[in-house]
């Protein structure tokens, strides 16, 4: 992989992974198209996933160092619950610990729950979205269907739901929607705000509760990625290349989450809309006119 290929699939990583325009679709479109070796790739593609985690962790680095600590703290009133209910058969006295009792613990649950489904679907179809990432007329299908979310969550009614008002079947919706758009071409960030707002939950929290809930997901893709890496393709690896690539995600990927804050509030989807229906119409006609 040349240097120029590493910066512009940093940029597509950054640009697409947050931008409702689904960065896996553009990845594989650019794959086909240049004939980017997508074994010896691998690396580069788990490189890729770390530089949008670092995007992240530093747009949202205070609620998710919360996050972490509230974590830590469910687990150790979880433990001392559960040393509690051993002494209650034993016929001691003891009372139980509130374990879920503030917003940030309530979104711990929520993460959890959604991350789940999301889990599940993608272990279970990872040799599915390989396949699709192989052919033109996938992406361009799945690009033309997250430009159809995009129109309808411009249009759906303000919701209100805070981490506290959010049920854990909301979650759990979320979470199989985050797993279906692992797809290529169908936007994760586009399909998970768009199941969040339809879930009705408040339009700046749905951009933080799809950014962070993508965290768990996509160190999950990572770890799957990381199992097909051989010594051979790390010799291989021309890791300065590598390393830019993800610097360029990284920070691309920060600008584009401030970004999308100001674009659900405002409800300017509809140019991303746009743009995905106009590239999905060229990816299908592109299919059928290279087979």
Known sequence: MSLLQSILMGLIQGLTEFLPVSSSGHLALFKILFDVNTETGLLFDVMLHVGTLVAICIVYYKDIIRLVIEFIGMLIDGGYNLVT???????????????IYNSYRKMVMLVIVSTIPTGIIG???????????????????CLIITAALLFVCDRIPEGHKKPKQTSYANAFIIGICQGVATLPGLSRSGTTITACVLNGLDRRFAVKYSFIMSIPAILGAMVLQLKDIGSEALMRTDLIHYAIGMAVAAVVGYICIKTMLVIVKKRKFKFFSIYCLIVGIVSIIGYFVTT
Do not use: F, N
């Open 85 to 99: 209910w051993m002494q209650k058969r034993r016929g001691k006295d003891g009372a139980y610990r509130h374990v």
């Open 123 to 141: 272990y279970v179809g990872a040799d599915l979205v390989t396949a699709a990432s192989e052919v033109l007329i996938v992406p361009g299908i």
